[in-house]
């Protein structure tokens, strides 16, 4: 029966049967694989019009003016993530050094990151698999674009420090994750690699230690159990240790967090809801599924939620056809693979309680990106998982047109929202950009005064929310003038 289908030499049809000059590939499949790279190298071009908010003005002229010591007490007392700290910390000292912003070179050098983490595991995967490198790199791209896209984006993607934080972490998860599904091997080594990049994921970010504390747990349990169920003489093994990594790593995040942030009264913004157990949880519970599935950039709405639950069920059932080649895996990537699901999903819940749980109300959109993100991973686990259940029953081995049509699908219905506003944001390219330019060049110059002009207010990339008006060195002045007038020494700014 495979060799009546029609193959795919150059795209997603098995190399080891079929003359490559003799078939020709269908239109839909070039679609697949050039509609979310156009989307994504769109996306790529806005990250020169990325700016900074009042964190970026404060955290760099601290920097600057006491240097390593202020690197520890953030990281000791008020940030306790030193991965995305030492990054924030070597971009600030390039700018202190150049008196150049550089924020496009910085967003272009962590998006190019995530981009490797996604599509290198299907590269190399490829070399060795009977079907080649094109359909795990079909998979790869979706799963890339679905990272980027069908969430808000700005402070992730266009913003210096939220993107320093969020970008490595969640390119920290997803490359093991896709080595893994894609891969479809287990060994030592492996492990080892994983539990170390889950391991820095967690001192990237919060949520980062959230997901490697939920999986480095989930994955030692489910072991332990698997070998109790089995009967073997020995529940525990040397191996195991490498699991406790990514849970201490994770741990001591959340001490620390617990120590500062947390214990911080001053964040409390709905008294209704902090610091209750119970209010928490209720409306974590019943806003989850809106959170993380919704498409909207700003507020989810029904139309948001609908494409979102298209597009999150065309990649698994994407995901389903893809892995459904693939041979028997081994117990042990078994469980790894269950437990990503698993910590992808818990780690994303718990993101919402902690945030309602400090603040009373939903933070931040940060944080609902990384959740979005989590969940597109979990299902790429449970489409792995499900491709060798009896599920994989209901679904016969698909045509290359319908294994491109469900990622353009995923593509269109997670994507659609991003890519109008990334194109009314390319609209007004250089007007942003000429904006960005001169503030940047009144912000350096000698002059005591300085002029801030507010360009078009992007959908994609974000703004800045200040009011306009004339502004002195005073405590009358909104925070977010007075840390850009005293970054750049000015006693006055016309906000114009």
């Known amino acids: 029966m495979r060799a009546c289908l029609p193959s795919l030499p150059n795209m997603l049809a098995p190399s080891r049967s079929v003359d490559s000059n003799t078939r020709r590939t269908p239109l839909i499949v070039w679609v697949a694989f050039a509609l979310p790279t156009a989307l994504l190298a769109s996306m790529l071009t806005l990250t020169p019009l990325g700016l900074w908010q009042m964190d970026e003005y404060f955290t760099i002229s601290t920097f600057g003016a006491q240097g390593l010591p202020s690197l520890w007490h953030r990281i000791l007392i008020w940030s306790p993530r030193p991965v995305s700290e030492l990054l924030l910390f070597g971009y600030a000292t390039v700018v202190t050094r150049t008196g150049l912003q550089l924020t496009g070179t910085f967003l272009a050098a962590l998006w190019i990151g995530l981009f490797a983490a996604c599509l290198l595991p299907a590269v190399w995967t490829g070399r060795r698999s009977r079907t080649g490198r094109r359909r795990p790199l079909l998979l790869a791209l979706t799963v890339l674009t679905l990272l980027v896209v069908g969430h808000p984006i700005s402070e992730v993607f266009y913003w210096p420090q939220g993107a320093g934080a969020y970008l490595p972490t969640i390119a920290l998860i997803a490359a093991p994750v896709l080595a893994m599904v894609l891969g479809n091997r287990w060994s030592l080594t492996r492990d080892a690699l994983t539990c170390l990049c889950f391991s820095l994921a967690a001192l990237a970010s919060e949520v980062g230690a959230f997901f490697a504390l939920a999986w480095g747990g989930t994955a030692l349990g489910v072991a332990i159990a698997h070998r109790w169920i089995a009967g073997s003489p020995s529940l525990i093994r040397r191996s195991d240790v490498l699991l406790a990594l990514p849970m201490l790593a994770g741990l001591a995040v959340i001490y620390l967090l617990a120590n500062a942030r947390f214990a911080n009264e001053a964040e409390l913004v709905n008294p209704e809801v902090a610091r209750r157990l119970g209010a928490s949880l209720w409306i974590t519970l019943t806003s989850f599924p809106v959170d993380v599935l919704a498409t909207d950039l700003v507020a989810p709405t029904t139309g948001g939620l ?16 893809i892995f459904q080649r693939d041979q028997a895996a081994p117990p042990e990537l078994r469980l790894r693979v ?8 818990v780690a994303a819940l718990f993101s919402l309680f902690a945030g309602f749980f400090q603040f009373g109300v939903h ?3 940060r944080h609902q990106t990384f959740r979005s993100q989590l ?20 679904f016969r081995s698909g045509p290359q047109s319908l ?3 469900a990622s353009i699908v995923a593509v269109v219905a997670s994507g659609s929202q991003t890519a109008v506003a990334v194109a009314r944001d390319l609209a007004h390219y250089p007007q942003i950009l000429q904006a960005r330019t001169e503030n940047w060049r009144e912000g350096v110059s000698a002059d005591t005064e300085m002029t801030y002009r507010l360009a078009h207010g992007g959908e994609a990339i974000g703004h800045v929310f200040v009011p306009t008006g004339t502004f002195l060195d005073n405590d ?16 006055k700014a016309v906000i114009e």
């Open 363 to 365: 933070c931040c959109q």
């Open 476 to 491: 009358q002045t909104p925070r977010e003038i007075l840390a850009m007038m005293r970054y750049f020494r000015k006693t």
């Open 306 to 321: 609908l494409l979102g639950i298209v597009g999150k069920s065309a990649l698994l059932v994407l995901s389903i056809f």
């Open 338 to 345: 269950a437990s990503v699901a698993v910590a992808a999903l």
């Open 403 to 405: 294994i491109a049509a």
């Open 375 to 394: 969940l597109v991973l979990a299902i790429v686990a449970a489409g792995w998982l499900l491709a060798r259940s009896w599920v994989s029953g209901w």
